[in-house]
C-alpha cells in the first residue's frame, strides 16, 4: 500500500501525507525508500486519518492537558532561573513490529548480561584486566571507578537492576546502540505518563492497535525489589538529589506509581545496624533504595567530599550489606563510551557469541597505534569524550564532527589528545533514521533516538515493551538533547492478538482498607511546616502594605503618627528599606512589592513558600499548587512606572484571595493526617507571632496615636466582629481582648494556641510513658496564660514574653519532628 494508493481512497490521509518522504540514504520508520507505507503503520494511519484534521488536534489538545493538569515537566540546566518546561509530547508513537520487537528483546537481554559480568569482574577479580582484556587505564581512569566499592559485593548479587539502552538504526534498517545508562537512567516515568496521556486521546486507536501495556514491567520490577528486603518493617526509597534535578517530577511520579517512599540524602541517617529515614515518628529502616542519583554523591565520607546530596556512610553500609542500591554504586562505570571500543570483542569471552545488537564502531584513542591511524582519518570521525561524569573536554558533549572543527578548535582537541588521550574516543558518523511528526496538520520525518528499558527480575531480565523517544527539532540533527529544544514520544509496540490489562492497582476485591498514607519524611514534614509559615507571613506582610496605602492615600496629616509605625514594622521585618531615613510611605510599599532583595518583601516570600512547596510537590493537589503559582505571578508582576496606588490596592486584594483559596484547599482537599497538621502548625504559629507583633506596634497602652486600634483590627480582619459587639470607637482593652484572648474569634492568638495544642496531640508521641511531649508542655503553658489573662493589664512586656515562647515552640517542634539524631524511646527498647 503506497502513499498514491492511500491517496485515492482517503483525503484526509493524502493531505497528511504530501510531502513527506523519507530522506536520501536515511531509513524511515514510516515509510520506505519507494514511498510505500511499511505495512504495521496502515491500520494507525487509517484510523487517524477518519478522525480528520480538526479532531486530531482536539485530540492533541486532550494529551496536552492531561500532562499539563498532571503536572508533568522537566527542567534545563543552563536556565538560571530553573524554570520547570512544559512536558514536549509528539502526538504521533513510534510503532515497532511484534517480530521486530522480539529481536531487540533478545538484544538487549543479551546486553545487560554482558554488562553485568563486566562490572562483576571489574569490582571483583579483576580477571579483564589482569588478562589484558580491559586497559587498566580505562578503568582505573574512569570518574566512575570508585575505588572504595572495590571488593564490595552487592547486596541481592547484582550491580544492575534497572538500566537504559539508546538505539538508532542504520540506513539499511538495523538497530544500533549508541550509548548505555546505568548510573541512574531517566526516561521510564515520563514513559509511563506519555502513555496515559497519548491512551486518554486516542483510546479507540489505542485498544484497536493491541498495544502492549507497560504495568506488568513496572509490577515485576516493584515485587523484584520488594522480594530484596529482609525485614518486615523495611521500606523501599526512592533517593533523589532534589527538586531542581532536571527530571525531578520522573522521581516523584514514580515513588508514587510503584508506591516507595521519596527520600534526598538528608532524609537518610546511616547507623551500625542499617540505613534509616528520619521521619516525623522516629527513624525507620530501609534495606532497599532505587537510586535517582550520581553515585559520586552518595556519600560525602567517603566519595565526593563536596556532596550535599548523600548521606554519610552509605558506602559503609554497601559493604556491611545492609542496604541494596539500585544500580549499586559503581555501576556508571560502564556507560563510559570508551568501554563501547571493547564490548564486542568481550561477548565472545564472556557470552559465548557475539552480540546481536551491535554498538556504534568505537576506537579509544588511549591505544597508540589505533590513535595514529585515526587522526588520520579524523575528518570522518566523531571525537567524543571516553567518559561520563566528567566535565567535556572542549564542549564536545554527545561528540563533534572532525570535518565540523574550526582549525583553532581542532588543534585543541589534537593538542589534548596527544597529552591525555585516555580521555577521547572516536566514533563512527551516525545518521539517525526518522519517525514522523506531527506538524500543522500534516505528517514530517525527524531524526530520534530511542530508549529502551531492563530490570533485573529474579535471575532473568525483562524488557519493558514500549521506550521513551527524544525526536530532534531539525531534520540534519546528529545527536537529540531534550536541553535543546527535542520533543518526546511514546514507543507503541504492537501484539498481533489482544493484551492483557495489567495494573499496578490491586483488584476492587483484594483491596486492603487504609486510612494512613506511609511515613511522613521529617524533610517533607519541614518543608510542609515552612511552607504555612511563608504563606502566612506573606498574608500578615500583604495587610499591612494595603493598610498603608490606605491611610496614604486619605491625604491626612493626623495619619502620620500611625503610617510611620506601618512603615517602622515593615522595615523591620525586612520588607523595605530601613536604612533611608525620612523614606517616603509609598517608596516602602513599593520595595515590598518589588524589591525582591529584601528578606522579609513580597516577592521572596511567595518565592520561599512556593520553593518549600516544589520540594514536596507530590504532596499537594494541582489546584493548591496552582494556587501558590498564581500567587507568585500576581506578587510578580509589574507595576506601571509613577503613582500607582490604586494598582497595588488591585494586587494586594488579589494576592489574598490567593492565600485564602490556598488555605481552603489545604483545608479541604488535603487529608487531615500528619503532614497537612505540620503545614497547619506552620500557619498557626506565624500568625500568632504576627499578632503578638501587631498588638505592641498599634496597642499599646502609653503613646498609641490615633487610629492604631483600626489599624490592628483591620490587620487582625476583625473589625466588623468588634462593631458587631461594641458599636464604638475602639478601645484598647475589648480590641486586645478580641485580636489575643478571644478563643471563637478565628483570627486571635488563643484560638492558633488552641488549634496547635490539638494538631500536637494527634501527631506521633515519642514518649513511651504518656508525658506530654516538649512542644506540648509550652502549648499548655502559653495557652492556660491566655485563658486567665487580662486585657485590660496585659503589657507589652507580657506579649514579648509570648512571643519569646511561641519562637521556642517552633524551635521544640523542629528539634522533636523535622530533625532526627537519635531513636525513639520505643525502637531503643524494640532493640534493647
Not at 98 to 118: F, H, I, N, T
Not at 312 to 321: E, F, I, S
Request: proline share 6%; hydrophobic share 45%; aromatic share 6%.
Amino acid at each position: 500500500m503506497s502513499a498514491d494508493d492511500i491517496r485515492a481512497s482517503d483525503v484526509p490521509l493524502d493531505a497528511m501525507l504530501a510531502g513527506y518522504r523519507p530522506l536520501p540514504g536515511i531509513f524511515d520508520e514510516m515509510m520506505d525508500a519507494k514511498g510505500s507505507v511499511r505495512p504495521h503503520w496502515r491500520p494507525f494511519l487509517s484510523m487517524l486519518a477518519g478522525l480528520g484534521t480538526e479532531e486530531i488536534n482536539r485530540r492533541r489538545g486532550v494529551a496536552d492537558r492531561h500532562l499539563r493538569e498532571s503536572g508533568v515537566f522537566y527542567r534545563v540546566y543552563e536556565d538560571p532561573a530553573g524554570v520547570e518546561r512544559s512536558w514536549p509530547l509528539s502526538f504521533v508513537p513510534l510503532l515497532i513490529d511484534p517480530k521486530e520487537w522480539d529481536a531487540l528483546k533478545s538484544g538487549l537481554v543479551q546486553r545487560a548480561q554482558l554488562l553485568e559480568a563486566v562490572l562483576a569482574d571489574v569490582y571483583g577479580q579483576a580477571e579483564l584486566v589482569r588478562e589484558g582484556r580491559l586497559p587498566a587505564t580505562l578503568i582505573a581512569g574512569s570518574p566512575e571507578f570508585l575505588r572504595p566499592l572495590v571488593g564490595a559485593a552487592p547486596a541481592g548479587g547484582a550491580h544492575l537492576r534497572f538500566f537504559a539502552i539508546d538505539l538508532g538504526r542504520s540506513a539499511q534498517g538495523e538497530w544500533w546502540i549508541l550509548s548505555d545508562r546505568t548510573q541512574a537512567p531517566s526516561g521510564a516515568g515520563y514513559a509511563l505518563e506519555s502513555r496515559l496521556a497519548l491512551a486518554r486521546a486516542l483510546p479507540d486507536i489505542y485498544r484497536t492497535l493491541h498495544v502492549e501495556r507497560l504495568a506488568q514491567f513496572f509490577q515485576a520490577f516493584q515485587a523484584e525489589l520488594a522480594s530484596l528486603e529482609r525485614q518486615d518493617d523495611s521500606r523501599i526509597c526512592v533517593l533523589t538529589p532534589g527538586p531542581l534535578n532536571e527530571t525531578y517530577f520522573e522521581h516523584a511520579y514514580l515513588a508514587r506509581y510503584l508506591g516507595f517512599t521519596l527520600v534526598e540524602g538528608s532524609d537518610l541517617t546511616v547507623r551500625d545496624d542499617g540505613v534509616f529515614v528520619r521521619t516525623v515518628s522516629g527513624l525507620k529502616r530501609t534495606e532497599v533504595i532505587l537510586r535517582r542519583l550520581d553515585a559520586d554523591f552518595a556519600d560525602p565520607l567517603e566519595l565526593n567530599t563536596h556532596s550535599r546530596l548523600g548521606a554519610p556512610g552509605l558506602v559503609q553500609a554497601v559493604r556491611d550489606r545492609k542496604i541494596v542500591i539500585a544500580n549499586a554504586l559503581g555501576a556508571g562505570l560502564v556507560e563510559a563510551p570508551g568501554l563501547l571500543a571493547f564490548l564486542p570483542a568481550l561477548a565472545p569471552t564472556i557470552l559465548g557469541h557475539k552480540l546481536t545488537i551491535p554498538n556504534v564502531a568505537t576506537w579509544w584513542l588511549g591505544h597508540p597505534v589505533l590513535r595514529d591511524e585515526i587522526i588520520g582519518e579524523l575528518d570522518e570521525m566523531v571525537i567524543a569524550p571516553a567518559f561520563s561524569g566528567r566535565n567535556e573536554p572542549h564542549g564536545l558533549g554527545q561528540g563533534v564532527l572532525g570535518a565540523a572543527l574550526e582549525p583553532d578548535r581542532r588543534d585543541r582537541i589534537l593538542q589534548d589528545i596527544a597529552t591525555r588521550p585516555i580521555d577521547f574516543v572516536a566514533q563512527e558518523a551516525v545518521t539517525l533514521s526518522t519517525m514522523p511528526v506531527w506538524r500543522d496538520g500534516h505528517f514530517e520525518p525527524r531524526p530520534f533516538i530511542l530508549r529502551l528499558f531492563v530490570a533485573k527480575v529474579g535471575d532473568g531480565w525483562t524488557v519493558m515493551p514500549g521506550g521513551f523517544v527524544r525526536i530532534a527539532e531539525h531534520v540534519d540533527a546528529r545527536a537529540v538533547n531534550l536541553q535543546r529544544g527535542a520533543s518526546t514520544a511514546d514507543a507503541w509496540v504492537l501484539s498481533e492478538k489482544p493484551v492483557l490489562e495489567t495494573t499496578l492497582l490491586p483488584s476492587p476485591e483484594r483491596i486492603t482498607i487504609r486510612r494512613a498514607a506511609g511515613v511522613l519524611p521529617s524533610r517533607a514534614a519541614d518543608n510542609l511546616f515552612w511552607v504555612g509559615r511563608y504563606v502566612e507571613r506573606a498574608e500578615a506582610t500583604l495587610r499591612l502594605v494595603r493598610a498603608l496605602i490606605h491611610r496614604v492615600t486619605e491625604h491626612d496629616d493626623a495619619a502620620k503618627p500611625v503610617i510611620l509605625r506601618i512603615t517602622d514594622l515593615l522595615g523591620a521585618w525586612s520588607a523595605g528599606p530601613n536604612d533611608i531615613p525620612h523614606a517616603k510611605a509609598m517608596l516602602i510599599a513599593r520595595a515590598a512589592f518589588i524589591q525582591g532583595s529584601f528578606d522579609g518583601s513580597l516577592p521572596h516570600l511567595a518565592g520561599a513558600a512556593r520553593s518549600a512547596a516544589s520540594v514536596i510537590r507530590d504532596r499537594f493537589s494541582p489546584d493548591a499548587w496552582r494556587a501558590l503559582t498564581r500567587l507568585v505571578a500576581t506578587i510578580n508582576a509589574p507595576l506601571p512606572p509613577g503613582p500607582s496606588e490604586s494598582v497595588m490596592l488591585d494586587r494586594v486584594d488579589a494576592a489574598l484571595r490567593v492565600i485564602s483559596s490556598f488555605s481552603g484547599l489545604a483545608q479541604e482537599n488535603m487529608s487531615q493526617l500528619a503532614g497537612w497538621r505540620f503545614l497547619e502548625l506552620g500557619r498557626r504559629l506565624e500568625r500568632a507571632l504576627a499578632t503578638c507583633r501587631f498588638v505592641r506596634q498599634f496597642g499599646d497602652d502609653d503613646d498609641a496615636p490615633e487610629g492604631a486600634l483600626d489599624v490592628l483590627l483591620e490587620l487582625a480582619d476583625s473589625r466588623i466582629t468588634y462593631r458587631q459587639r461594641y458599636v464604638m470607637v475602639a478601645a484598647r482593652a475589648p480590641v486586645v481582648d478580641l485580636v489575643m484572648l478571644d478563643p471563637n474569634n478565628p483570627r486571635s492568638i488563643a484560638y492558633q494556641l488552641n488549634r496547635i495544642e490539638y494538631h500536637l496531640s494527634e501527631l506521633p508521641l515519642h514518649q513511651s510513658d504518656g508525658r506530654l511531649s516538649p512542644p506540648q508542655i509550652i502549648a499548655v503553658s502559653l495557652a492556660a496564660a491566655l485563658r486567665t489573662a487580662d486585657a485590660a493589664t496585659l503589657t507589652d512586656a507580657q506579649i514579648m514574653r509570648m512571643e519569646d515562647k511561641l519562637q521556642d515552640l517552633s524551635n521544640e517542634i523542629t528539634a522533636l519532628y523535622l530533625t532526627h539524631n537519635d531513636r525513639t524511646d520505643t525502637e531503643r527498647e524494640a532493640l534493647a
